[in-house]
């Protein structure tokens, strides 16, 4: 029977887990290059300023030559000289590839108001299926490492063979299930909402018997203390918890109840292990300047598996933000009312880093409309249609015939403020639409 966790506990777990951010944040290198984009829609067009720097305040982007070859054809201008590149340009329907990635920008008109749709992504691969396959087969390896390390602590055959059991099956099937549902939550961790997919995440380790709520705020420090021995203590005491469930395998390996014994063999065995760590999804091209060591590569994995994070040596920042008259129907930015703009963070992987790439596409959206005041004004004596309304007519009006078209906005153009706006309506009737599907939108929209 699963226990019921009480809400004091409970709120104690929602608050922890946020370690598994630190683990991204050691695993990301040093910044390469910082982007700066500002977005402007103006009308059908999409006004578009990039300034590229480099790490330190002030200095010159570091790029790639496809890269520089890649702003050149775009802007007309190849990066150089000791200082920021900046460059700007305005853009219909498809968005250049010049941070690396793919958008759009779409704007649809009607005589009420515009409706637009802007979408875009920055690197990364989008093929789902082999991304969540390769951080499965890193989930499988940790456990192979983990399990393998376990055999060589257990004292005899019996022993072993319990040990092999549940760290080739149990403690698996749990890696996998968290490595799972860590990458369905992969666009909520990325959306703000972090505390929603740890609070997930931990709660799924409490289900499985590895959290103690009454020792999460030791852990907790201890995660946050990035002091190694701590960090270890920790986990031991967490592999500890759990294997009370499983007297045969705790007693098996008495090396858990020894921080600094456990750290010890563990770093050891991992020194031994390196041509296996070196096969992980998560090995890069080395660095002579920084040689990673079999600790880092280890814990490279875990946060791949956990967090899609591939050990980088370097990573991009980018900034982008989109100037609009008014709060977006929707967007996955933060929209700030004072400066009217929808701001988005990035980090991304730099190109060539990994081949194939390993992290999913940084990506962001937003969608608003644009009243037509005057038009509306004049036909309607106020703006009648806007927000969510408006964005639901410029979509019938978009799927209208030629034709159809035609003849609502000759409709449109001879309304008045004084007329009796349903009874005009009501009156109007599209060829072969004797049922009036076709007019219900706007008669609903317009009169209600």
């Excluded at 875009?120 to 969540?132: I, P």
């Excluded at 031994?272 to 992980?280: M, P, T």
């Amino acid at each position: 029977m699963r226990q019921v966790v009480p809400v004091s506990r409970g709120f104690r777990i929602a608050s922890t887990l946020g370690w598994l951010g630190l683990i991204a944040a050691s695993l990301t290198g040093c910044t390469r290059s910082e982007f700066d984009l500002q977005l402007e829609p103006k009308g059908g067009e999409l006004s578009r300023e990039l300034t590229i720097a480099g790490g330190d305040p002030g200095s010159a982007p570091r790029l790639t030559a496809d890269e520089a070859q890649r702003l050149e054809t775009i802007y007309g201008k190849r990066p150089g000289g000791g200082g920021p590149f900046q460059v700007a340009k305005s853009f219909r329907r498809d968005l250049p590839d010049d941070v690396g990635g793919k958008g759009a920008y779409v704007y649809w008109e009607s005589s009420l108001g515009g409706l637009a749709i802007y979408g875009e992504q920055f690197r990364g691969e989008a093929d789902y299926a082999d991304l969540l396959e390769a951080r499965l087969k890193t989930a499988d390896a940790v456990a192979d490492l983990v399990r393998d390390w376990a055999l060589e602590q257990a004292a005899d055959k019996p022993s072993q063979a319990r040990v092999r059991q549940w760290f080739d099956v149990d403690l698996r099937k749990d890696l996998r299930g968290l490595t799972a549902l860590m990458a369905m939550s992969h666009f909520e961790l990325h959306a703000g909402r972090s505390k929603t997919v740890f609070s997930r995440a931990l709660m799924y380790l409490w289900d499985r018997g590895y959290v103690d709520p009454d020792r999460l705020p030791s852990w907790q420090r201890a995660f946050e203390s990035e002091n190694p021995a701590s960090v270890l203590e920790a986990v031991c005491e967490i592999l500890d918890w759990r294997l009370r469930a499983e007297p045969g395998v705790r007693n098996a390996l008495p090396v858990l109840a020894d921080s600094d014994a456990l750290r010890g063999s563990f770093s050891t065995y991992l020194d031994g292990a390196v041509e296996r760590l070196s096969l992980l999804p998560t090995m890069r091209p080395p660095n002579p300047e920084k040689p990673t060591k079999p600790e880092e590569l280890f814990g490279a994995a875990v946060g791949f598996a956990l967090l899609g994070q591939p050990l980088l040596h370097y990573h991009d920042n980018i900034r982008s933000q989109l100037r609009l008259k008014q709060a977006p129907l929707a967007t996955n930015g933060e929209w700030d009312p004072a400066d009217k703009k929808v701001t988005w963070n990035w980090q991304l992987s730099v190109p060539g880093e990994y081949l194939p790439e390993l992290r999913l596409p940084s990506g962001q959206f937003a969608a608003w409309v644009e009243p037509n005041e005057a038009y509306q004004t004049k036909r309607f004596g106020k703006v009648l249609l806007d927000g969510e309304p408006l964005a639901k007519y410029v979509m019938w009006r978009r799927g209208l015939t030629d034709a159809e078209g035609r003849l609502w906005d000759a409709f449109m153009d001879g309304l008045a403020p004084t007329d009796d706006l349903a009874a005009r309506i009501g009156a109007f009737e599209f060829p072969g639409d004797s049922d009036r599907k076709l007019i219900e939108r706007p008669r609903q929209l317009m009169t209600q």
